[in-house]
């Protein structure tokens, strides 16, 4: 099973044969510097491309309290939520209408969805923090990508950095598209709120 750790191993074998870890909790520089990079560049990537494997379907409740704005009501951001993709109806067993929304922070300073749908049903990216739950070929692009953080620290080689880096996108490009394959969604209507604009 695919481990933070192996993914981090791959990164550093990106970069040189020299470099290794046996753990991420081990006493090493390699281990520090991985351990610094690894889960925000794990979220940025995430946050880059509506992923099969994390993307996640919630209906909301509203919240009581006084909507900031325009709006009418008020949402919980989910915990586990990285980037809300889009809000709709829920109108049978197909979503569809999308509408419009924001994100923002209410009177207790808390991160809160607003719209104007009293029961919006919101499509999601969950934070996956499993590996195991990875798609291979994001796998790879994540390593890439890890590898392009930790070269110059470990390196100093601003070259190495940006080869490194120039394969994470290659490597994302190859997985976003293989990733998109694995689903058709339906046409979404365009919003009316679109149209105003």
């Known amino acids: 099973m695919a481990s933070e750790t192996e993914i981090c191993q791959l990164a550093l074998a990106h970069i040189g044969d020299q ?6 909790t081990e006493n090493s520089t390699e281990a520090e510097i991985c351990n610094l990079v690894y889960e925000p560049t794990r979220d940025m990537m ?7 494997f994390a993307k996640k379907y919630r209906t909301l ?8 704005g325009i709006w009418e009501y008020m949402f919980t951001y989910p915990t586990d939520c990285l980037k809300i993709r889009y809000v709709n109806k829920a ?10 929304f924001e994100v923002s922070l209410n009177d207790e300073d808390k991160k809160v969805i607003l719209c104007d749908e009293a029961e919006p049903v919101i499509v999601y990216t969950k934070a ?4 195991g739950l990875f798609d291979s070929s994001f796998y790879m692009a994540l390593s890439y990508a890890v ?7 470990l ?6 950095a940006s080869e490194m880096w120039k394969m994470a996108f290659a490597e994302v490009t190859t997985a976003e598209s293989e990733d998109s394959a ?13 149209d105003a604009r």
């Open 19 to 24: 470099y290794d870890i046996a753990s991420l």
């Open 46 to 52: 995430l946050r880059g491309h509506t992923w099969g």
């Open 61 to 68: 409740v509203a919240l009581d309290g006084e909507e900031p």
């Open 91 to 100: 109108t049978g067993k197909h979503l569809h209408n999308p509408v419009e």
């Open 128 to 131: 996956v923090t499993n590996p």
């Open 147 to 153: 590898a392009s953080r930790i070269a110059i620290p």
């Open 155 to 160: 390196t100093g080689d601003k070259e190495l």
């Open 182 to 194: 694995e689903t058709v969604e339906p046409t979404l209507p365009e919003a009316t709120w679109i």
